[in-house]
């Protein structure tokens, strides 16, 4: 092979890749969006304490009362959501989301965001808060 058929293959492959970056960039991550990062629940919490940040649990009454829910979290179930009701808070406060799995509190980062809500983000599950060393209030003793 000469240079002039390796430089076009080097192209062709970098307008391939540019052609395959530039449509995947609107793609969904997954079925539930969770952020690509690690949760980092103390950095969250220092975030809450300092008022730079609220957190939403989104799940059921049921839900929270049967394991509790992150310390410092506003309750906001995702019915609610759905029905038009939002958050009182800044739209420009950062406003992180979990539920059980992270399914519904990606459908309610996209409820927010459409309506204005500038920095969403969902972090998962209760059980990730958990596991992450997040606190959590009204634990049911077994």
């Not at 739209?91 to 990606?106: E, V």
Request: glycine content about 10%; hydrophobic content about 40%; some cysteine.
């Amino acid at each position: 092979m000469d240079k002039k058929n390796i430089i076009i293959i080097i192209i062709v492959l970098l307008v391939l890749l540019g052609g395959y970056k530039f449509f995947m960039q609107d793609a969904p991550k997954g079925t539930d969006n969770i952020e690509e990062m690690a949760l980092d629940a103390q950095m969250i919490s220092e975030e809450l304490e300092n008022g730079q940040a609220v957190l939403l649990d989104v799940r059921t009454d049921q839900e929270l009362a049967e394991t509790g829910m992150a310390l410092n979290a506003n309750h906001f179930d995702l019915a609610r959501l759905q029905s038009g009701e939002l958050p009182e808070h800044s739209k420009s406060l950062k406003t992180y989301i979990y539920c059980k799995t992270g399914a519904r509190a990606d459908q309610a980062k996209e409820i927010l965001e459409a309506n204005g809500f500038e920095q969403v983000v969902n972090i998962g599950g209760f059980t990730d808060w958990v596991e992450s060393g997040g606190e959590a209030v009204g634990v049911p003793s077994n």
